[in-house]
């Protein structure tokens, strides 16, 4: 619900941002846009993979985890390396290869954990259990909002040095 949520939220607000605050240079916009939105996926899967990542650590099993993690960075130093071929669009690029880079670990972990773990099966007399309900949500809750203040404590001072000094800052 939370993955969707963002999904929703930073696809309407980034383009009010991008288009109305941000001081994007001329010609640009659509790149900005493109690689917002690439963020606005890559945020939806890392949030959607916090379970599965939370399960296969208290399950200990480690192996696995890191062997996503493993791909991932190796996904990720090669994106770096194979921005040397791409004579133009490189930032867009490197974002795509990261983005894919994050579904592929996420989606690793995903699959490990719902194929090894009942836990991951959402069954529908637990959402009636309005108590555990209550407390899950307000777990899940009190999470988010931290990482949200974290998030908008990194990315709103980028944003602010954006509004008031441009992109040379």
């Not at 296969?56 to 099993?61: L, R």
Request: net charge neutral; proline share 2%.
């Amino acid at each position: 619900m939370f993955s969707l949520i963002i999904l929703v939220v930073f696809s309407i607000l980034g383009t009010f941002f991008i288009s109305s605050i941000l001081n994007i240079p001329e010609g640009m916009e659509s790149t900005a846009y493109v690689m917002f939105m690439l963020m606005v996926v890559s945020s939806f899967v890392s949030v959607l993979v916090i379970p599965y990542s939370a399960i296969m650590n208290a399950n200990e099993d480690i192996y696995i985890f890191a062997l996503a993690e493993m791909l991932s960075s190796g996904l990720r130093c090669g994106s770096a390396f194979a921005i040397a071929l791409f004579a133009s669009h490189k930032l867009e690029w490197y974002t795509v290869m990261m983005t894919f880079s994050l579904i592929t670990a996420g989606g690793m972990k995903v699959l490990w954990s719902k194929t090894r773990y009942k836990e991951t099966t959402l069954h529908k007399d637990l959402m009636l259990d309005k108590p555990l309900r209550n407390q899950m949500i307000g777990f899940v809750g009190w999470n988010t909002m931290g990482s949200f203040a974290n998030i908008a404590r990194n990315q709103g001072l980028a944003m602010l040095l954006n509004v008031f000094f441009g992109t040379v800052i």
